[in-house]
């Protein structure tokens, strides 16, 4: 009975697999080693959930709900993010369940409802219909069977488990392998700690006037103008006043889409290109503290500056807390310090974070480092309601139907400028020289808007700007992973660093 289960579960999870999208081939034109590696799985999997349960066809059931439910947070995360599911996905489970405004609109209030009603009748029904075998942990019955499948997928799995060679491109390894032998293979890669030697750094050279620096990896945030020229060029008014100002601006190619902001801020801190990441470019920070990475952060510490993060929301999220010490920060202020900080929408409002930072810089002792991530554009931005009112004050002309989320989005779009405005002025009355660094971590996901205004090509938008003039710099497109170096060495090298102030205000 075990093993007729387990052969019929094993046909169906095949069949199960010709749901993702996109579609994978058929199975037959994998590698063979693809094909063993999942039925290896796919029979362990039978074998400890029969030995657990003592129902095979049970058993059958939920490992072939497990292998559906993949295949439909797969193809949500497609459709959203434009990546298939990974096995460091498995991760934002639990996240879901801490955090289920973050993820289950994206999947779905009705999907997920409905999973999880399918989820709980399968366990009345396999329970109530399927008794228990009798004597299931005895050799000659049950156990026998079991034993026998958990050594064939061990078998399968010792045999041609190693030996994959990704590219971590998902989509294609995925085609070559199918699905269960990609999570197999990511998993197994990950078992190789990070490792960033400190020669990333070794060209840099500080400023001799030790400039407090201030980074902000502002949520979604890119110009949005580009996508529809009926949008108010002020939106983003302060933004154009900094650039023209900037040492260096541009368009910036970042390793993530509409979500997963780790990829970028990692990016960013450490120096490192996906290609330097392996497996570790979809979370760096899911194994960072077994290995060893140097960052601009660490540089500065090493150089007397004091290192903190601000970001309104728990430190725990993505493991912050314990990894930011291990990046070189001194300090990290989450959302425990907001507590009655103004929100605007469903999150802490950015001119709350330019405040903090005035506060910050008001009582430096030493060079200051400030690594802002804000939180006030994240989405769902559909969870959100449009407001006609807004659309004489963001649009020149309007938009076409279906693009309620882009008004959403350029509400919040319009305080991320106002906050680039609050820390322009604030940094000109700094006494100390001071740089700004500001930057969007990936582009927001609309995809109603994209289907009515076709999608952007995923690049955002940086500067570097200082609070003593250098000249003005010709726009320049950049990877994020160079950006931190361009700020510490002075945006545009070649420039001059000549003392005064700056005047004027921002257009």
Not at 43 to 62: D, I, K, V
Not at 395 to 418: E, F, I, M
């Amino acid at each position: 009975m075990v093993l007729a289960a387990a052969g019929a579960g094993l046909l169906l999870s095949f069949a199960a697999l010709a749901l993702l999208r996109p579609a994978l081939p058929p199975p037959w034109r994998w590698q063979a080693r693809g094909i063993a590696v999942h039925a290896g799985l796919w029979c362990l999997a039978q074998a400890l959930l029969t030995l657990m349960l003592g129902r095979p066809w049970f058993a059958m059931a939920l490992a072939l709900a497990l292998v559906m439910l993949i295949v439909q947070v797969s193809n949500a995360k497609f459709h959203s993010l434009r990546e298939p599911f990974v096995f460091q996905d498995f991760e934002y489970f639990t996240d879901a369940i801490r955090h289920p405004r973050l993820y289950i609109p994206f999947l779905g209030w009705w999907k997920f409802a409905a999973i999880a009603a399918a989820v709980l009748a399968a366990l009345v029904v396999g329970l109530w219909l399927e008794p228990a075998a009798a004597g299931r942990f005895a050799l000659d019955g049950q156990l026998a069977e079991v034993l026998l499948l958990a050594g064939g997928g061990l078998g399968l799995l010792m045999a041609f488990g190693r030996g994959g060679s990704p590219s971590y491109e998902p989509g294609p390894d995925m085609a070559r392998t199918g699905l269960l032998a990609s999570l197999w293979d990511y998993a197994l890669a990950e078992r190789q700690p990070l490792m960033l030697p400190a020669t990333t750094w070794a060209g840099v050279t500080l400023p001799a006037e030790r400039p407090d620096f201030v980074v902000v990896q502002s949520e979604s945030f890119f110009d949005a103008r580009r996508l529809f020229p009926g949008i108010r060029p002020e939106v983003l008014g302060e933004f154009d006043g900094l650039r023209r100002e900037a040492l260096a601006w541009g368009q910036l190619h970042v390793p993530a889409w509409g979500a997963n902001t780790v990829r970028s801020e990692f990016a960013f801190l450490s120096g490192a290109a996906a290609e330097q990441l392996g497996v570790h470019r979809f979370n760096p920070y899911r194994q960072l503290l077994r290995g060893e990475v140097a960052t601009a952060v660490a540089v500065l510490k090493a150089a007397g500056y004091r290192t903190v993060c601000i970001h309104p929301y728990p430190a725990s999220f993505y493991g912050r807390d314990r990894i930011y010490p291990h990046l070189g920060f001194d300090e990290f202020i989450d959302i425990g310090a907001f507590a009655t900080a103004e929100r605007y929408g469903p999150y802490v409002a950015d001119r709350a974070l330019a405040a903090q930072v005035e506060a910050m810089l008001a009582s430096a002792q030493q060079p200051l480092f400030v690594f802002v991530i804000t939180m006030e554009n994240h989405g769902p931005l559909h969870l959100e309601k449009a407001d006609a009112a807004d659309h004489p004050a963001l649009y020149s002309q309007a938009p076409p139907a279906g693009c309620d989320d882009l008004t959403v989005y350029l509400r919040h779009l319009r305080n991320a400028d106002r906050m680039a405005g609050q820390l322009r002025r604030m940094l000109l009355a700094h006494p100390r020289p001071a740089r700004l660094c500001w930057y969007g971590d990936h582009v927001p996901i609309m995809e109603q808007v994209y289907r009515c205004l076709g999608a952007p090509s995923g690049v955002t938008d940086y500067l570097i700007w200082s609070n003593r003039p250098v000249g003005t710099a010709a726009e320049s497109t950049l990877p994020l992973h160079e950006l931190a170096a361009r700020l510490l060495a002075g945006g545009d090298s070649g420039m001059p660093d000549q003392s005064g102030e700056r005047g004027g205000q921002a257009g």
